[in-house]
């Protein structure tokens, strides 16, 4: 068995401290019996293609996504459906998310590295996004678009940090919060204006959004939320409860569907979101593959 150390040198923005994630990967890695990598990304998915690469000589991997929710989700792209590896999270990024799904209370158990190595392996489900996967959660539409966005904004000085979230939330209200769509699941075709669809899997996802408070990843089901295209000043009316997992409040606006599979269909570009990483198409197919990755859990988690 081999354990491979991912790490992104630019994960965690302002606040990176890859050197010491290093430093103390070496640290524990001195007392294993087992071979061990540590590999430093080059550029985007450069992180999917080293395990798949290293998956080849059907060794059984250990992978350890030490950066953001964008690390662990190149990891879990190189996973799935792989018998031989298990990908787990080092949280060295700025949200952290996934992990959070868990329980806040858990969530500081993954930054334990000796417990990680020794933790427990469980299978979780997968989003497959017409063959890009998300274990987190997924979407179209306005929030999206703001992810999309927010980076730009967070670089200017006087923005930075979580301000640019709130910028860039605001720009994108101005710009228009409604896009024609056609969503098709269980044999239900909805054609109307919409503001966002999510794909539940995970429980956080945009610094601390928690739309479906008990989405389970390991349930064998997707929690899906098709919020309607609203005005502006609803949007800003409602993104509360919203972010805050009150969507049962609102179902004048909020339709909630567990299933296990959706199509979208824009009759524009549609901005999608993917645990955070943004892909640009006119279509997109939300489909779930039960326990479709192995993932490890902190000792005694």
Do not use: W
């Amino acid at each position: 068995m081999k354990h491979l150390f991912i790490i992104n040198p630019i994960a965690g923005g302002k606040n990176r401290h890859f050197e010491k994630t290093k430093e103390e990967i070496q640290r524990c890695v001195e007392k294993l019996k087992d071979p061990f990598e540590i590999y430093m990304t080059k550029g985007p998915l450069d992180a999917t293609n080293k395990i798949k690469e290293a998956a080849q000589s059907d060794e059984k991997i250990y992978v350890y996504a030490c950066g953001g929710d964008g690390t662990l989700n190149e990891c879990v792209n190189a996973a799935v459906n792989r018998e031989n590896v298990v990908v787990t999270h080092f949280p060295c990024g700025t949200g952290n998310d996934f992990i959070k799904t868990f329980g806040k209370e858990n969530a500081h158990k993954f930054c334990n590295l000796e417990s990680l190595i020794a933790g427990e392996v469980r299978a979780l489900d997968i989003i497959d996004c017409d063959g890009r996967y998300g274990v987190n959660i997924c979407s179209v539409g306005i929030d999206a678009r703001v992810a999309n966005d927010v980076h730009k904004y967070s670089k200017i000085p006087v923005i930075g940090g979580a301000a640019g979230y709130v910028v860039a939330l605001l720009a994108n209200i101005i710009k228009g919060v409604k896009q024609n769509v056609k969503i098709t699941y269980d044999d239900v075709i909805h054609e109307t204006p919409t503001t966002l669809i999510c794909a539940c899997n995970g429980r956080f996802y945009g610094g601390g959004f928690n739309p479906v408070p008990d989405a389970i990843p390991d349930d064998g089901i997707i929690d899906f939320l098709i919020v309607d295209g609203v005005s502006r000043l609803k949007i800003a009316q409602i993104v509360g409860k919203y972010a805050d997992g009150k969507y049962k409040e609102l179902r004048n606006f909020i339709t909630h569907i567990r299933g296990t599979e959706m199509l979208i269909e824009g009759n524009s570009e549609l901005t999608i979101n993917i645990d955070g990483e943004i892909i640009k198409a006119d279509k997109i197919s939300f489909k779930l593959i039960p326990k479709g990755v192995k993932f490890l859990f902190p000792k005694g988690m």
